[in-house]
């Protein structure tokens, strides 16, 4: 199957610093990237859908300027958290899809947390 | 809207029991697909099986069997003869087709599963 690459696996921050999130689709090109947010003992949930080219769409609820979303190139979407919190501290994963929308392919997921 | 329910949070077995998983989804699109995925405590999420709406033909892979059935909106999963292996949080997802749904997946709450040696 497709693979996406997905980096750092773990990180620690600092509250009030910044962290960037990669994705990379590594045999394909991903013209739509989805970033999901899991807590502890939850489910998935979506944060925002990135396009190529395009803007991200943040579901409700979601801080676009607290968690921006680039989608430069048809392999790279990158999501920042700006100004971490404690609250942050969640495991972030994302997601590629080819275009044609049946697949989805899941990076390894982040660990982050904010200290 | 688009919805999926998995009503069984937690589900402990004993090795070699076999097990199913329920999964009930609600979408008013006519067509879409159905996902499992499987997250072991690493974090990452394990592709299982993709189903579109239009096949309803039931799949087994080794000891993973799917049961699709339309008519009540359900699509189960069933290990065989479970292994400590398969300890891990499975869940159902659903993506529809409507255009406006932009390819997004709905996931369920997701079950652990534990099986105990």
């Known amino acids: 199957g497709a693979v996406v690459s997905q980096h750092p696996s773990r990180v620690i921050c600092k509250s009030g610093t910044s962290v960037k999130i990669e994705c990379r689709s590594l045999d394909f090109q991903a013209t739509t990237m989805f970033w999901y947010r899991q807590f502890p003992k939850q489910s998935l949930m979506l944060m925002a859908t990135?396009?190529?080219?395009?803007?991200?769409?943040?579901e409700q609820g979601v801080e676009k300027d607290k968690f921006l979303i680039n989608h430069a190139s048809l392999t790279l979407s990158t999501l920042t958290v700006t100004s971490a919190h404690p609250e942050d501290s969640s495991f972030y994963i994302c997601s590629a899809s080819n275009g044609q929308g049946a697949w989805a392919f899941f990076g390894q997921g982040t660990r982050l947390t904010v200290v | 809207a688009q919805k999926v329910t998995q009503a069984q949070t937690e589900i402990s077995v004993v090795e070699k029991e076999d097990v199913t998983l329920d999964c009930v989804y609600e979408t008013r699109d006519t067509t879409y697909y159905l996902f499992w995925y499987k997250q072991p405590p690493s974090g990452e999420l394990v592709f299982l099986i993709r189903?579109?709406?239009?096949?309803?033909q039931n799949e087994i892979s080794g000891r993973y069997s799917w049961n699709f059935q339309k008519s009540t909106s359900s699509f189960n999963f069933t290990i065989t003869a479970s292994q400590v292996v398969d300890s891990a949080v499975y869940f159902c997802?659903?993506?529809?087709?409507?255009?406006?749904?932009?390819?997004?997946?709905?996931f369920g709450k997701g079950t652990l599963l534990t099986v105990n040696p």
């Open positions: 997802a659903l993506r529809g087709d409507s255009g406006g749904s932009n390819y997004k997946l709905t």
């Open positions: 990135s396009n190529e080219g395009s803007k991200a769409t943040y």
């Open positions: 189903r579109n709406s239009f096949d309803e």
